[in-house]
């Protein structure tokens, strides 16, 4: 008994000296109090490192999307400055975005020390400026998949990415749904051949007969699997050009529909043609 009495006096004991340390604590440092802001504090710094932690891990996951210019600003610190990022997918995916060109460029810059090889900037008002300075550090990187779908991209933004890509590794390239135009085709087409550019999508860029024109020159020279030339402006002419520069290219699949300037009766004659899809991808 006498026993179980001492060690219920000494649990107690200890029980009113932990209530009773944070008091005197901060008596005896002349904080009166103030020990409750530190903890906050500790606690607020503990959130942050919480969300710091998740934002890695999500990264690490292998894909992370990205919104605004503070979650971007974000990013490109991570990448810079934390070894153990080891991400390799970054998406924008498809939602509207409240970054600019000055958060695009912080992420561009910081690409080289990265281990990213498959880049999704779709969506996003990327630009002129932003196309320049894409160009700047692309052949610095890994990147293998570049999607710039709806980036507001138009025949100098293409010149300037055109000179830049044979420095590069990239191989699955998406250019949809921009300006490009017969211009920006002609820059493309002169630098494919040096290019490992495999994958490569043209649709919905107001390219014309002179555009596919140019394509259907370099047929023989490039590596290109799949083209996809849908939604364009493309008529009789460019692809009567296409069709015949087909066999002697790499293209196992070249996507034409959608071109509205293609009649009826044309299509029906290069229907049977070999890897050439009236459909859309």
């Known amino acids: 008994m ?19 340390r944070p008091f005197a604590s901060s008596i005896s440092n002349g ?8 903890e906050r504090s500790d606690t607020t710094e503990d959130v942050k490192r919480e969300k710091y932690r998740d934002f890695l891990t999500q990264a690490n996951a292998g894909s992370l999307s990205v919104f605004d210019d503070k979650r971007l600003s974000s990013l490109a610190s991570l990448i810079s400055s934390d070894s153990s990022f080891f991400a390799q997918k970054i998406t924008f995916g498809h939602k509207h975005y409240t970054f600019g060109v000055k958060g695009l460029k912080q992420l561009v810059k910081v690409l080289p020390t990265s281990r990213i090889a498959y880049l999704d900037l779709s969506n996003s008002f990327l630009g002129k400026e932003g196309a ?32 830049i890509l044979p420095r590069t590794s ?3 390239l998406d250019l949809g749904w921009n300006r490009i135009g017969d211009s920006g085709v002609a820059f493309l087409a002169a630098a494919l051949p040096s290019c490992p550019v495999q994958d490569l999508n043209l649709g919905w860029n107001m390219i014309k007969n002179g555009g596919a024109r140019e394509l259907s020159r370099a047929f023989g020279s490039f590596r290109i699997r799949h083209l996809i030339l849908s939604y364009n402006h493309i008529g009789a002419y460019g692809l009567r050009d296409l069709a015949e520069a087909l066999p002697s290219s790499t293209v196992t699949t070249l996507w034409i529909g959608g071109n509205r300037h293609v009649k009826t009766a044309t299509r029906k004659k290069y229907e049977s043609v070999s890897r050439l899809c009236f459909e859309c991808p």
């Open 31 to 38: 904080n009166d109090g103030c020990e409750e802001k530190v």
């Open 2 to 20: 006498a026993a179980s009495a001492m060690k219920r006096q000494e649990t107690i004991r200890r029980h009113i000296e932990n209530m009773t």
């Open 170 to 172: 990239v191989s699955v």
């Open 132 to 163: 320049f300075a894409l160009a700047k550090h692309l052949p610095k990187t890994k990147i293998v998949t570049l999607k710039l779908f709806n980036t507001a991209l138009d025949n100098e933004s293409i010149e300037t990415l055109a000179r």
